[in-house]
């Protein structure tokens, strides 16, 4: 409270084991309590992966230690982090957990943003217009426009000694891909083309498939990226064909894992990984490509 921050957080491995009660626990300065867990067997195959961890040291440590079904039941919030290829649904199951923390602390929160509650969508239909230097009158050139999404996304040079001290505003935040006011389309252009490159070279089976797809589709008629109109610069052939095969998939995982639905990099991986497996591909020769978080 001193420092005026909204949230703490204290990391206590034995927090149950500490305060086996209740009253014990509520009598903590503590709001609410997070639990990261998962699954019994991923538990144990992450431990024993640790240097020196033996089975006979784990079941010991774990006989001294509450259930994971008990530290679930006591929790306010659980993480659930059994996916072991990417750690995007536990990032959104933490930012659900920030949401609820953020409706039950409002006060807190908007003192800390330094900004008044009627002012984030408390009924008030317009907050104040925020001014921007330099002028936004035309489109900004590269160096310009690094040197200022850096002050407002990262707290650049005077901005980050305002934001830290908690007594600015967040002035603008900018939605642009369609090179309004940021040079966006030719860095997705770049990327677009590697990631092309990449497949051809890397994953053949799956180019090759995707190429007679689009062939396929040229001759029934269908639409494919060879069209003029195709402002994402695929190209034609199995370029045009990943393109719709992504969107295809990306659209699957979304609907069948909603907790990817925020990450488009891990939806672009997962749908690359999936297309290479379905066209007998090997993705181990691709997959130190395709940016997996550590």
């Keep these: 409270a001193a420092a005026r921050e ?30 990261v867990s998962a699954p019994a067997d991923v538990q144990r195959a ?9 089975a006979e040291k784990l079941d010991a440590i774990l006989g001294r230690q509450v259930t ?24 959104a199951q933490l930012s659900k957990c920030l949401d609820a923390l953020v409706a039950r602390n409002k006060d807190a929160f908007h003192a800390w943003l330094g900004r008044s509650p009627r002012f984030m969508g408390d009924g008030v239909d317009e907050a104040p217009k925020p ?13 310009e426009a690094a040197t200022v999404s850096e002050a407002v996304a990262f707290g650049a040079g005077p901005a980050k000694n305002c934001l830290m001290a908690g007594s600015s505003r967040i002035r603008c935040v900018t939605l642009d891909l369609d090179d309004t006011v940021w040079p966006t389309l030719p860095p997705l252009v770049a990327a677009s083309s590697v990631l ?53 998939r990306m659209g699957l995982f979304t609907a069948t894992k909603p907790l990817l639905a925020h990450d488009l990099t891990e939806l672009r991986r997962a749908s690359l990984v999936d297309l290479a497996k379905e066209h007998g591909d090997d993705v181990r020769e691709f997959q130190c490509f395709l940016f997996k978080p550590p």
């Design 196 to 248: 092309r490159d990449l497949v051809m070279e890397r994953l053949p089976r799956t180019a090759a498939a995707l190429a007679a797809q689009s062939a396929a589709d040229a001759r029934a008629g269908l639409p494919t990226s060879e069209d003029s109109r195709d402002s994402i610069g695929l190209g034609p052939g199995a370029a045009g064909a990943l393109r719709k095969a992504l969107r295809r």
């Design 46 to 54: 992450r431990c024993l992966a640790r240097p020196g961890m033996t």
């Design 131 to 143: 001014t921007l230097s330099p002028p936004l009158s035309q489109p900004l050139g590269n160096k």
């Design 6 to 35: 909204w949230l703490v957080v204290f990391d206590v491995p034995l927090l149950f084991e500490t305060c086996p009660d209740e009253e014990k626990l509520r009598a903590l300065p503590c709001d609410a309590v997070l639990v």
């Design 68 to 91: 994971d079904e008990e530290r679930r039941r006591r929790a306010t919030f659980v993480v659930d982090t059994s996916d072991e290829s990417t750690l995007s649904p536990a990032r």
